[in-house]
C-alpha cells in the first residue's frame, strides 16, 4: 500500500475557496498520476481531476473546469487541489488517488478502476 493523506476539507460558503493537499509517503512506488476523485451521500464515485506527475497533463471533470485547478509539488510528492467558486453540488467526501501504471490513453485516468491507491478521504462541505 501507498499511504495517501488528505488535508484541507471543511465547510465554506457558496463562492468561496478551499484547497485540498495529499501527501503520498516519501518510500512510494513510480508514481505516473495522482487525481481526485469525490463522492456524494447517494451517489456514484466520480472523477474531479488528474494531474501527470511529468506535470505535462491535466484533467478536469466538465462540472469543475475553470473553477478548480490541480498542481503536484515532486520534491514534496504532493498533489493539491484548488477549489474556487465553489458550489453546493461540489458537496461530498473528496478521495485522493494515486497510480504508477502508465496509460497511453489519458482519458483511463478518469476511471476510478485504474487508480491503485486510495486516501482515506476529507469531507467538503458547501452552503448555499
Known amino acids: 500500500q501507498v499511504p495517501l493523506v488528505e488535508s484541507g476539507g471543511g465547510l465554506v460558503q457558496a463562492g468561496g475557496s478551499l484547497r485540498l493537499s495529499c501527501a503520498a509517503a516519501?518510500?512510494?512506488?513510480?508514481?505516473?498520476?495522482m487525481g481526485w476523485f469525490r463522492q456524494a451521500p447517494g451517489k456514484e464515485r466520480e472523477f474531479v481531476a488528474a494531474v501527470t506527475w511529468s506535470g505535462s497533463r491535466t484533467l478536469y471533470a466538465d462540472s469543475v473546469k475553470g473553477r478548480f485547478t490541480i498542481s503536484r509539488d515532486t520534491a514534496k510528492n504532493t498533489v493539491l487541489l484548488q477549489m474556487d467558486s465553489m458550489k453546493p453540488e461540489d458537496t461530498a467526501v473528496y478521495y485522493c488517488?494515486?497510480?504508477?501504471?502508465?496509460?497511453?490513453?489519458?482519458?483511463?485516468?478518469?476511471?476510478?478502476?485504474?487508480?491503485?491507491?486510495w486516501g482515506q478521504g476529507t469531507q467538503v462541505t458547501v452552503s448555499s
Open positions: 516519501e518510500r512510494t512506488p513510480s508514481i505516473f498520476c
Open positions: 488517488a494515486a497510480t504508477n501504471v502508465y496509460y497511453s490513453n489519458s482519458d483511463n485516468y478518469l476511471l476510478s478502476q485504474m487508480y491503485k491507491y
